[in-house]
């Protein structure tokens, strides 16, 4: 393996614990709930926020806190509930097509057995177009909990762990140029940072504001030309 391999390979970790997440008035009540794990007043709890919220950063926490396992609600099939249900399940993106006799019987398979649901979704399980109604209203009995998108002061603080945790120093002006000039979600700045990390590796230096200039500059080419073809 080369040094820049083994340089990469070392500096890909993905940061998901309870003490990554960085808490913030937009998220903190969702924390909270996850730290209340197992005494829910029920066996479900939904999160839901707009894309870059950090909702599977949360079910990753939780995941790690209850041992459940974590599931697309596009993979989720009648067939997999029993083998599912003897774990805690999260069950991710609810809202965005799912099996609802699957989703029901894998809920009242978890209840019967003391375990616990959560779900994440862009909308309150209120809002989600569910048929079965047996369904929608054990969802909608089930706390819902929100989380804002992320605002600048939040970003700028994931930007800044992303790279700790990739043992890389950038300074302020660093960041306060990327800031107005990226996406505003933590799955943009933790794309962005990779990006960042292997341009310095290939041109072997520093993360400067010209090199910031540059991997942005070369992202957004890149995308117009996805957009082209």
Do not use: C
Request: aromatic fraction near 4%; charged fraction near 25%.
């Amino acid at each position: 393996m080369s040094a820049r391999q083994l340089a990469l390979d070392l500096g890909q970790r993905q940061a998901l614990g309870r003490e990554d997440f960085l808490i913030v008035p937009g998220n903190a009540e969702a924390v909270a709930w996850l730290d209340r794990w197992p005494d829910w007043p029920g066996p479900a709890l939904a999160i839901y926020g707009p894309e870059g919220s950090g909702k599977s950063h949360l079910a990753r926490v939780w995941q790690a806190r209850s041992g459940a396992r974590v599931v697309a609600a596009a993979d989720l099939t009648v067939a997999d509930v029993p083998a599912l249900a003897e774990t805690p399940v999260a069950v991710e993106d609810a809202d965005r097509g799912v099996d609802e006799r699957a989703l029901l019987h894998l809920y009242n398979l978890l209840a019967e057995r003391g375990q616990h649901l959560l779900l994440t979704g862009r909308q309150a399980p209120a809002r989600w177009p569910l048929a079965l109604a047996d369904l929608a209203s054990r969802l909608k009995a089930a706390p819902a909990i929100g989380l804002a998108a992320p605002d600048e002061t939040l970003i700028a603080a994931v930007l800044v762990k992303l790279f700790a945790d990739r043992q890389l120093r950038v300074g302020s002006e660093v960041i306060a140029f990327l800031l107005p000039r990226m996406e505003r979600s933590f799955a943009a700045a933790r794309s962005l940072v990779t990006a960042l990390d292997e341009a310095a590796l290939d041109q072997h230096s520093n993360i400067t504001v010209p090199l910031a200039r540059q991997v942005l500059q070369d992202r957004a080419m890149l995308a117009n030309d996805g957009e082209e073809s």
